[in-house]
């Protein structure tokens, strides 16, 4: 069984803080660890994956994710916010040859200009 | 990269009609598409996966027959919803899996808003 915690339903940074978004796993085999972003009326947009290969993944706009097995954490970050960082973000677990992704109930990010 | 279209992005309908939104893999073939609903502020619940040439895979609680699902072709995907009614306004999103040397990777479409007056 695979599931995801995002913990904070919300956050809010000033512009050119640090965003820090934190998920954690739960799966009984090796996962694939995802972040999308959503922007109002839009569907997902992937950010970054992890799929076993390095744990520190760089993504798109800024953003990159660390996988730490021992704490079982995929925390997504991005050194400083930006305006256009404000979206809803979501993270997904899935086996590596599964079909279902499994998605957390998403955090609200908000930039205080 | 993969793109998925869908199509309308924007419904209205009166209650008791049915609406058919369009799930479309661009550029790449898809043999398994999902279908989410998601409430306002919500995360996305997944409803159906959908298999080229085959019956669907309704999630427990899901009506199969209120939400139809057809997948007749490896680009695309429909889902009808039937005499729809208020309580199924929602926004419904399409995904297909793009698997390249065997990642695995879900590739979103824009959503579809529905809205039953």
């Known amino acids: 069984a695979q599931s995801v915690t995002q913990l904070g339903s919300h956050v809010s940074v000033s512009e050119g803080a640090l965003v820090l978004l934190r998920c954690n796993y739960s799966?009984?085999?090796?996962?694939?660890l995802f972040w999308y972003v959503q922007y109002p009326n839009q569907g997902l947009q992937l950010l970054l994956k992890?799929?076993?290969?390095?744990?520190l993944v760089k993504g798109i706009n800024g953003f990159e994710a660390e996988f730490k097995k021992s704490e079982t954490s995929f925390h997504l970050t991005k050194p400083s916010a930006h305006m256009s960082d404000a979206a809803e973000y979501f993270c997904a677990v899935s086996a590596n040859t599964g079909n279902q992704f499994y998605f957390g109930t998403g955090t609200s990010l908000t930039v205080i200009p | 990269g993969a793109v998925v279209s869908q199509h309308p992005s924007w419904v209205i309908c009166k209650s008791g009609t049915s609406v058919k939104i369009e799930c479309r893999s661009l550029?790449?073939?898809?043999?398994?598409m999902f279908w989410y609903r998601q409430f306002p502020k919500q995360s996305l619940m997944l409803m159906a996966t959908?298999?080229?040439?085959?019956?669907?895979?309704?999630e427990q609680g899901v009506e199969k027959d209120k939400f139809l699902i057809n997948h007749a072709s490896l680009t695309l995907s429909t889902l009808t919803v039937t005499s729809a009614h208020p309580e199924d306004s929602s926004f419904y999103i399409c995904?297909?899996?793009?698997?390249?040397?065997?990642?695995?990777?879900?590739?979103f479409g824009a959503g579809s808003r529905l809205t039953v007056l």
């Open positions: 992890y799929t076993s290969a390095a744990t």
């Open positions: 995904s297909a899996r793009v698997t390249p040397s065997g990642a695995n990777v879900l590739t």
């Open positions: 799966s009984s085999v090796p996962p694939y």
């Open positions: 959908s298999n080229e040439g085959s019956k669907a895979t309704y």
């Open positions: 550029d790449f073939q898809a043999t398994t």
